[in-house]
C-alpha cells in the first residue's frame, strides 16, 4: 500500500480532518488518536512558510480554525505534541489562556489561540511523506502448538544418551 498523500510540503504529508476523518471534529485526545491511526501527530508548525502552507490547505472551505499539536500547561511555556522544537510560534498576545491546547485561523494570517482541550473542533495530521501506513490491526499471532512427539531437537539434552564415536579420533 503505497502513501496516497494529498497535500505534501517539506518532506510531510498533511491530512486534513474534514477530508480523511471519520468524525471530522473531535476533541484534542481523540484528534491525536486518529492522527495516530494514520500514522501522524496532530501537526507542529516549523516556519512561516510552513503556517502559510497549512493556512492554504482550508482555503474555500467553511472552516475558521483548527486544533494543531501545540499544548502549553503554563502561561508563555507551550510545546509541540510530536517532542518536535518549538522552534517557531505564531501564538496571538491576547489569546488569553482560556486552555491547554491551540487552535490555528484560518482567516488573515493563520494566528493561533488557545483553546479548551475537551471542545471537539476540526484538526489537521502530520506525517514524514512516504509513510505507508495500514490503519487496519496487524493479524493475530498463531502459536503453533508443540508436537505430541517431539523428536527432541528443542529439549535441553542435544545429544542422545549413548557412545559417540568418531573415525580417525584416537
Not at 501537526?43 to 499539536?69: C, D, K, P
Not at 505534541?81 to 491551540?102: A, E, K, L, M
Amino acid at each position: 500500500k503505497t502513501d496516497s498523500c494529498a497535500h505534501n510540503y517539506n518532506g510531510y504529508c498533511y491530512l486534513t480532518s474534514h477530508e480523511n476523518a471519520t468524525s471530522p471534529a473531535l476533541p484534542f485526545t481523540s484528534a491525536q488518536d486518529a492522527c495516530r491511526q494514520n500514522c501522524g501527530e496532530l501537526v507542529s508548525i516549523h516556519s512561516r512558510r510552513e503556517n502559510s502552507y497549512v493556512q492554504n490547505l482550508y482555503t474555500n472551505t467553511n472552516i475558521s480554525a483548527f486544533l494543531i499539536g501545540a499544548l502549553t500547561t503554563a502561561p508563555l511555556t507551550p510545546y509541540w505534541i510530536d517532542q518536535s522544537r518549538w522552534d517557531y510560534g505564531h501564538v496571538n498576545p491576547r489569546s488569553g489562556s482560556t486552555g491547554s491546547c491551540f487552535q490555528m485561523t484560518t482567516g488573515t494570517d493563520g494566528t493561533w489561540y488557545q483553546v479548551d482541550c475537551k471542545a471537539s473542533q476540526y484538526f489537521l495530521c502530520k506525517r514524514p511523506a512516504g509513510t505507508v501506513c495500514n490503519s487496519t490491526p496487524p493479524p493475530p499471532v498463531i502459536v503453533t502448538p508443540a508436537p505430541t512427539n517431539p523428536s527432541g531437537c528443542n529439549s535441553t539434552s542435544l545429544f542422545s544418551s549413548g557412545t559417540f564415536t568418531s573415525p580417525n579420533y584416537p
